[in-house]
């Protein structure tokens, strides 16, 4: 089973904003921009907005969780032709 490409981009990100705001905790810009309220604000931003899609995504990393993912698929496309017969 391969990881979704998905869950890659959504902990590169995750991973991204994290050595922003380590970067940031120490005094180093990450952002060529003087103005430290600006940096901050936008380091937060970033942190967040990544921090909630990862929350909100279902992350599957390991092998059973991969195969519960695509039994759900698999469960879904089943009930959605079961619908689509009981409509016929």
Do not use: Q
Request: charged share 20%; net charge positive.
């Amino acid at each position: 089973m391969k990881v979704s490409k998905e869950t890659i981009i959504r902990t590169a990100i995750l991973v991204l904003a994290i050595i922003n705001n380590g970067l940031a905790l120490f005094g180093k810009s990450p952002l060529p921009i003087d103005n430290e309220m600006l940096v901050n604000v936008i380091s937060f931003l970033f942190t967040t907005g990544s921090a909630l899609w990862a929350w909100w995504k279902n992350n599957s990393f390991t092998h059973n969780a991969i195969e519960a993912d695509n039994y759900l698929v698999h469960l879904k496309k089943v009930a959605k032709i079961k619908k689509e017969d009981a409509e016929c």
